[in-house]
């Protein structure tokens, strides 16, 4: 009895099984076929298969015009030996051949299905905690509900949003939405960013170190393109580096972008903000400087400031 | 003419203007305007800057004749236009006759914005300097006529009084009674037997008649300097310029040295307060702002009023600072952190890309030195340099006291076209003096 089964284009899911039980099976879009394929560019007698003196399958080629291709690699070949794993290709169609002797997989043990839910409310309730104190701890005015309100809205609808597309692609690509999975990634990307948002700033102040404060940007970017990583991984995690790679690349975009419109602006644009920034003094890390050493630093200034004087004209730098 | 002095108009809102003078001049005119206006009607010219590719007036002015030989004296403001870009404007005069000529800048006084030019014609009869004006002992209440071309309207005759030199103010500059308007500037103003007393510069926006003069002393030695040097030729004027703006600035940070300072008491902080009669000071509060201020601030600030116009989108000059003691009410280390950010702005304001490079800025966290040493202090420096003017920059600093999370000392000291030695001797004296009171 020999198996022919015709795989998806992609991910060579089975999608039609024929049981053939004679020893010598056709393959062609004719009638007369044992296997009759809808493709127009298969032959009408495309392919046929039987045993060889030592009893393992072989695929022969007919003489069609497209031939008989083996995956990977879609090498061309007249006669083709099938171990039950090979994958062969005539026209458009994707095709492996298997005997009854095929072994297959031991039987998986049924676990109970992982409920992600608790996990999912958990990672809600965190984000939204922490943007509540994130806005109360930033509050200076008289405190208005609507404040909060605010972001309490407009946060889940980015997720619902996020999480749709990914379930979306993961619908198309693998099959299944998988929608919890994908809510419980875009929750621990969100809580990665509202735990990370303040850090460089708090950093910067306590090491008095600009660059630290304009490299949040970046940061940020950085944790959506694991998000990123994360929901294409569930969506299937094959070839998963080339995808990090990918990801990781289109992240450099923006990032590389803000670098670019800062180099653009001059050195020190970002640093305008950053001097604005001040933190509770009890978070400052770095030494107190001398006041001789201050003034130093301020010196050396005047060193940059005259250079800029004739580099950065007047008229190849931008207004702001 | 250009209201150089607006910054204090912002300031002079509610109590303080309401004391100010009322206006004078409510006599009827005498007739001894016409005499003066006959006798100087030759002498007077309306100086206009011609865009030279239109062939058209884009700024004008008025000056008037002080030699024989075609010198005449007018605001540098009126000429600035052609002393900075001399390739697209030429200067033109007309007189109260019709005729018309070219114009030759020789000299300028960028800080008592004097400018004085060349007309191409000879003969005619001249204006000669009050000798009082020249010494200084010009009594108040003095009839003064002052005269220009307001507006392009034509010539015209304004009288008022003579009010004193301004109180308080470092630029030395006439209080004129008396309606100053655009286009007068450079005009001379006379007494009433046709003597020059002053030249008008400005007047002050939001207020009836006060106008101001430059003092006949300083254009009469300008002259004499115009009348020995070199005439200024088009290449060498903004250098020219940067070279009176530095020793201009120079003699303003020596005479605030000498003046000495003195602590302003804060809350419980001491900060630097000069103790200069030119500094006006301010003070405010938000203790009375409704919804109820989570914090309290008490603010002064000083300004020193001192800018000099060197082009219609350059001022510079002014020397500012500001204390303000902010202490939190019912806010936590945090909110008030955020409300200290917003409250202090360490960044130089008003860029000009034309005229200044990007500022940069120097922060760290600074502990002053001496026998008691200060609270720790957060300290940003940022400056900026002129493009134009060797060893001239914009410079502030400011410092945010660091030793309490529910109160701060936010002081900031900027700076105006300033030498980097003077802005950081300047400075350091500044940072030095923000301390806890003993």
Redesign the interface.
């Given at each position: 009895m020999i198996w022919v089964e015709i795989l998806s284009r992609h991910h060579h899911d089975v999608q039609a099984r024929h049981r053939c039980p004679g020893p010598v099976v056709r393959i062609g879009r004719g009638y007369d076929n044992d296997v009759v394929i809808d493709d127009p560019y298969v032959a009408p007698r495309h392919l046929v298969v039987r045993r060889s003196e030592n009893g393992e399958l072989v695929a022969e080629d007919l003489g069609s015009a497209n031939g008989t291709l083996v995956e990977p690699g879609a090498e061309r070949r007249e006669r083709v030996a099938l171990d039950g794993t090979r994958v062969l290709r005539i026209g458009r169609t994707r095709l492996r051949i298997r005997d009854a002797l095929q072994a297959v997989a031991p039987e998986r043990v049924l676990r109970p299905a992982q409920r992600t839910w608790p996990a999912t409310l958990a990672l809600i309730a965190a984000v939204v905690l922490l943007q509540l104190l994130a806005d109360w701890l930033g509050e200076t005015t008289e405190p208005r509900l609507s404040r909060y309100a605010k972001p309490l809205l407009v946060l889940p609808l980015i997720v619902v949003a996020w999480t749709s597309a990914w379930a979306v692609l993961s619908r198309i690509f693998a099959g299944q939405a998988q929608l919890g999975r994908h809510l419980l990634i875009a929750m621990c990307g969100l809580l990665a960013i509202e735990a990370y948002d303040a850090v460089p700033e708090y950093a910067a102040f306590a090491l008095s170190w600009g660059p630290l404060a304009g490299a949040r940007v970046a940061g940020l970017w950085l944790i959506i393109g694991a998000v990123c990583v994360f929901h294409l991984r569930a969506i299937s995690p094959a070839r998963l580096r080339l995808k990090a790679g990918l990801v990781a690349a289109l992240a450099g975009i923006p990032i590389a972008l803000q670098a670019l419109a800062q180099s653009d602006l001059g050195a020190g644009y970002s640093g305008e903000r950053y001097v604005q920034l001040l933190k509770p003094p009890a978070f400052r890390f770095s030494a107190l400087q001398d006041e001789s050493a201050f003034f130093a630093g301020t010196a050396r200034l005047k060193d940059r400031l005259d250079r800029a004087r004739t580099e950065d004209s007047p008229a190849d730098s931008d207004d702001d | 003419m250009r209201n150089v002095l607006l910054g204090l108009v912002a300031l002079c809102a509610g109590a303080a203007c309401a004391q100010s003078d009322p206006a004078p001049g409510r006599s009827p005119l005498s007739s001894a305007a016409q005499g003066v206006y006959t006798a100087a009607r030759p002498r007077l010219v309306q100086i206009r800057t011609v865009v030279t590719a239109a062939g058209r007036q884009s700024t004008l002015g008025s000056g008037f004749v002080v030699s024989g030989d075609g010198l005449a004296l007018t605001n540098y403001h009126v000429v600035s236009k052609y002393a900075l870009e001399p390739a697209t404007y030429r200067l033109e005069y007309t007189s109260p006759d019709g005729t018309s000529g070219k114009v030759a800048l020789l000299a300028i006084d960028v800080a008592n914005d004097l400018a004085v030019v060349r007309l191409d014609r000879r003969g005619g009869p001249s204006f000669q300097f009050d000798a009082r004006a020249l010494h200084g002992d010009l009594p108040k209440g003095e009839r003064l006529y002052s005269m220009g071309n307001p507006l392009d309207l034509g010539f015209a005759i304004v009288e008022g009084t003579y009010n004193g030199l301004v109180e308080r103010s470092y630029n030395e500059r006439m209080h004129f009674s008396g309606a100053l308007n655009p286009g007068m500037s450079g005009g001379p103003t006379v007494t009433a037997d046709g003597h020059v007393v002053g030249v008008n510069v400005a007047r002050r926006f939001g207020a009836e008649l006060v106008s101001f003069l430059v003092p006949g002393r300083f254009a009469a030695a300008l002259l004499e300097r115009a009348a020995r040097a070199e005439p200024l030729s088009p290449k060498t004027v903004r250098a020219e310029i940067g070279r009176q703006l530095a020793s201009w600035q120079a003699g303003l940070y020596k005479a605030v040295g000498a003046a000495g300072f003195r602590d302003a008491a804060l809350g419980p902080y001491r900060a630097l307060e000069s103790s200069a009669p030119w500094f006006r000071c301010w003070a405010s509060t938000n203790a009375d702002r409704v919804?109820r201020?989570?914090?309290i601030v008490e603010a002064t600030s000083c300004n020193t009023e001192t800018q000099l116009f060197v082009a219609d989108d350059l001022g510079t000059g002014h020397i500012g600072v500001t204390h303000a003691y902010v202490k939190s009410l019912d806010?936590?280390?945090?909110?008030?952190?955020?409300?200290?950010?917003?409250q202090?702005?360490?960044?130089l304001s008003g860029w000009n890309?034309?005229w200044q490079?990007?500022?940069?800025?120097?922060?760290?966290?600074?502990?002053?030195?001496g026998p008691a040493p200060g609270p720790?202090l957060?300290?940003?420096?940022?400056?900026?340099?002129?493009?134009d003017f060797d060893d001239l920059?914009d410079v502030s600093v400011t410092v945010?006291t660091?030793?309490?999370?529910d109160a701060a000392l936010v002081s900031k000291l900027s700076m105006q076209g300033v030498a980097?030695g003077e802005a950081?001797a300047l400075?350091?004296r500044f940072?030095?003096a923000t301390r806890i009171a003993p």
């Open positions: - | 919804p201020p989570r914090a806010l936590n280390a945090f909110q008030f952190a955020t409300f200290l950010s917003q202090y702005a360490p960044s890309r034309k490079t990007r500022q940069r800025c120097h922060d760290d966290f600074v502990e002053t030195a720790p957060r300290a940003v420096w940022c400056a900026r340099a002129y493009r920059y945010v660091q030793d309490r999370g980097y950081a400075a350091r940072v030095e």
